[in-house]
């Protein structure tokens, strides 16, 4: 029972670890990303809104298989041997869930941009004050975004498989692991990573859920 | 009037979508003093406003402010014009935080001394809720706390938008006397409206009545 419950928590941290690391680089490049995409509203910005938003529901054995051919050692990026480590799996998921994020920002962003944007600019803010305005303003909506992409990560299972290659102590996470206990017959830590996992789903939706109401009674 | 020191539309269009104008050929010059716009809902008064106030760019026509052409002009001349103009819509949007916040928002991110805060708010009848989350104030409070931030400045050019709307007769004439009162200190201000606004007959250089996207009148008193 000890030996089950470390167990279980090992792969808990490194689940969070990993999928946060994920959400962190996604947020790096979508953040600026969807405030581009928000300040230009062209045809050109309306049509990678269009993409992003049709890449959402992307099948994540094929973002899975696509990496796997450019990290492996035949592959282009093959000499930076990240196949198979936790890193891989980062990449992959922050490439995952960045639709998801970029879609929801600029989506509720769209109408507070307007607001924002103009108020800030009239009253002699520059482009990137009037930015720094806008993320101020729209924190909520930020959260939202940031927390359902990394529950996207977090319950992910094809690309932790085929990049992670589901090593034991090393890039075994919490989706991983419960497929292979299954396999296996093993019930009873299925069965508990399942719980944790969605104990982990459960919080954040909440989470999502009551941010979403308080941005809305602004 | 100086020339060099106003701002003037030249044969302005725009429109929002492509091929329907909701302005046509739009020219007229703001000067000190207050200049009304009157006209209908939906007359082009707001979407004017916006053009004269540096916030949309005319699909053709001209905005030339203090001599320059602003559309033309660099980006570092521009973002030194637009501090001198500054818009208020007729549903203000106000920053989250307090009454104070937003109030010394335009002196903050200008670096300027943050002292004139308190002062403005008196003036504009909002100096007992500086510390109010603005969550918590009504229409007519919110517009008070937006045209004490779009005064505190000292901007020149003012564009008012519906300034009045949501406001009682107290708050109204309060709001009529301090328009006048920075009117005479050389602002310009330009008021658009549907309603009748009294204002002090010297205070007022020009009326121009808007219907349908084009101005069909200009009245002239300077
Ligand atoms: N964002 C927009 N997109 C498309 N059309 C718009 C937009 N804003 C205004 N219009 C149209 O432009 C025209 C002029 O609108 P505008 O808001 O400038 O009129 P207004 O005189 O300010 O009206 P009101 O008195 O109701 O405020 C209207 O036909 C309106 O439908
Ligand atoms: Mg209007």
């Given at each position: 029972m000890e030996g089950l419950y470390q167990e279980v928590l090992a792969i808990t941290l490194r689940t969070l670890w990993i999928s946060g690391t994920a959400t962190i680089l996604a947020i790096s490049w979508s953040i600026p990303l969807s405030l581009i995409l928000i300040s230009s509203k062209n045809r050109i910005s309306i049509f990678i809104q269009d993409f992003f938003n049709a890449l959402i529901s992307l099948p994540t054995v094929v973002l899975g298989l696509a990496l796997y051919l450019i990290l492996s050692k035949s592959g282009p990026l093959g000499f930076l041997g990240l196949l198979y480590t936790p890193l891989a799996i980062s990449i992959g998921q922050s490439i995952l869930i960045t639709p998801i994020l970029v879609s929801m920002i600029t989506s509720s962003f769209q109408k507070l941009r307007d607001e924002v944007w103009e108020t800030a600019i009239t009253l002699g803010a520059s482009e990137f004050q009037a930015s720094i305005a806008l993320l101020r303003e729209g924190t909520l909506l930020l959260i939202r975004a940031i927390l359902a992409g990394f529950n996207r990560a977090v319950g992910e299972l094809g690309v932790a498989l085929i990049v992670g290659g589901n090593i034991k102590g090393f890039t075994r996470v919490l989706t991983t692991t419960i497929a292979l206990e299954l396999t296996k017959g093993n019930f009873e830590l299925a069965i508990y990573l399942g719980i944790v996992l969605l104990t982990l789903s459960t919080i954040v939706t909440v989470a999502i859920r009551s941010l979403g109401l308080r941005g809305a009674y602004r | 009037m100086l020339i060099d020191k106003m701002i003037t539309l030249e044969n302005v269009w725009f429109s929002y979508?492509?091929?329907?104008?909701?302005?046509?050929?739009i020219s007229l010059s703001v000067c000190e003093g207050v200049t009304v716009i009157k006209g209908p809902n939906g007359s082009g008064k707001t979407t004017l406003l916006k053009i004269a106030s540096l916030l949309l760019k005319p699909k053709k026509g001209h905005v030339i402010v203090e001599g320059t052409s602003f559309w033309s002009a660099s980006r570092s001349v521009r973002e030194k014009l637009r501090r001198k103009v500054v818009y208020v819509h007729e549903k203000p949007y106000l920053f989250k935080g307090t009454v104070y916040d937003n109030i010394a928002y335009p002196l903050k991110i200008r670096g300027y001394d943050l002292s004139r805060v308190v002062d403005v708010a008196k003036e504009f009848g909002v100096g007992k809720i500086l510390n109010t989350n603005v969550n918590e104030l009504s229409a007519g409070m919110r517009q008070l706390v937006a045209l004490a931030r779009t005064f505190v400045f000292k901007p020149k050019y003012v564009f008012l938008d519906e300034?009045?709307?949501?406001?009682?007769d107290e708050n109204k004439s309060r709001i009529i006397r301090i328009i006048e009162k920075y009117a005479r200190k050389g602002i310009a201000i330009v008021v658009a409206t549907h309603m009748n606004i009294n204002f002090r007959k010297e205070i007022v250089s020009k009326i121009a009545f808007m219907n349908n996207g084009v101005i069909v009148k200009v009245s002239k008193y300077k």
């Open positions: - | 979508e492509d091929e329907h104008y909701v302005l046509r050929n300034p009045l709307a949501n406001l009682d």
